[in-house]
């Protein structure tokens, strides 16, 4: 992992050879979809699948960071290739989907990592800024979960989502607005999780509790330094650690698993405390 103070998380190197369960090559022949692929949690989830044999197809809003990832893939001999969609653009999304199954012929698996969230007291949100982070992670991943499922339905073929969100058990001060889409994505997902079933589309989301990744750049660092305190194991979690729930739950491993939510947080739905925008003094006893 690096330790440059503003660069968080794996590199590309790491993650080429980080330990895995799974059995590299496994997945041959499978095509797989990274939303936000370019990210700390997407890039590590495109790199297993794509040593797992599967083509990983990644996408994200920023073209150079999406060349990046698919460069180093594919110069370890690996599947991979990417395309720029805005994920809040329901028409972009769909052409996005005709283009894979165009160059494909199938998809089988779809995670959605792509999102996101500033900090901020809730009583100071703009409307801009609540209809930023909604777009982004309840509509965004909507449009996503729905272009999968018409192509799985129209070509008679099983699919599986998995929807990276947020721990909602205690909301989490500081990003209620994250709190609101994601709790909507965890219930859209056990909803659609029994209407598609008939289609053989399964449906499951991953909650993350504290990992580190560039995301994080977006909170102070009196914040960061609080976060091992999210938890009982008093540490935070890696990408890697999401990437193989996203394998297990998307991957063969979960083929009796649907409409489930399962949360990677080190225990921090039973002790911990965060505040994504520093601990008000009032709470300070
Ligand atoms: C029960 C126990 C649980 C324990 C769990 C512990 C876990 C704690 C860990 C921390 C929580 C989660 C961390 C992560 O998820 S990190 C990884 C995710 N990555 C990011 O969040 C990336 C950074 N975020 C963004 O890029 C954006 O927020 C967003 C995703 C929304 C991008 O959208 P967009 O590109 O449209 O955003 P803009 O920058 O153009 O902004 C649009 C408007 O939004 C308002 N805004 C944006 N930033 C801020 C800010 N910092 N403060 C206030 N308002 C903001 C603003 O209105 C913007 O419009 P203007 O620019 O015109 O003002
Ligand atoms: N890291 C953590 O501690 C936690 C993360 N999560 C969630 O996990 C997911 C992945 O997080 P992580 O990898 O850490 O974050 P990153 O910020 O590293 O990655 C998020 C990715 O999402 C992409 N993205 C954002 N908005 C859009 C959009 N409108 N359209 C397409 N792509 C978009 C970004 O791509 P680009 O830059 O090209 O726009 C970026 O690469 C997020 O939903 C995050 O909120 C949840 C809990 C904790």
Known sequence: MSETPEQFGFTD????????????????????????????????TAWLFARMGAHAVISGRSEGKVADVVKAITAKGLKASGHTVDVREPEGVAAFFDTVWAEHGRLDILVNSAGGQFPQAAIDFSVKGWNAVINTNLNGTWFMMQAAAR???????PGSIVNVVVVTTHGLYGVAHTIAARSGVIGLSKSVAVEWAPLGIRVNCVAPGAIETDGWKVYTPEARAAYPRSNPMMRAGDAWDIAEACVYLGGPTGK???GELLTVDGGGQLWGETWTTGKPDYFKT
């Open 13 to 44: 190197a790491d993650l080429a050879t980080h330990p895995t369960v799974y059995a590299e090559g496994s997945l041959a022949g499978q095509v797989v979809l990274v939303s936000g692929g370019a990210g700390g949690i997407g890039r590590a």
């Open 151 to 157: 192509k799985w339905r129209d070509a008679g073929r």
């Open 256 to 258: 009796f698993v649907t």
